[in-house]
């Protein structure tokens, strides 16, 4: 069986090549698991990216379609009060007159 110290040296190389055979194929497969992780964390922040940025569009087009509306929202408002001053001022002078 052994015969040579050097059949006892190819035994121990063989079992060395063995274990570093098994070590790099753990970190082979942890590294394409971290990459995996990679990939997938990526994808979601891309994902998430995109959401934020139709969300801020959505609410930029909201509120353009919101300050549309102001201008007639204000006239509206000045014309509401125009018609209480006039029937305010109205009111005042009926009660100015009937006091006389």
Partial sequence: MLETSRDLLNI????CVLW?????????YYMVSIMRCVAETMDQV???TVNINNFF??????????TSYIPMVFEGIKGLTNYVNKKSK??????SKKAK
């Fill in 12 to 15: 121990v190389i063989a079992f």
């Fill in 20 to 28: 570093l055979t098994v070590f790099i194929c753990w970190f082979i």
């Fill in 46 to 48: 891309s994902k998430m």
């Fill in 57 to 66: 569009a959505e609410a930029k087009n909201k509120m353009q379609q919101a």
């Fill in 90 to 95: 109205t009111k005042t002078a009926s009660k």
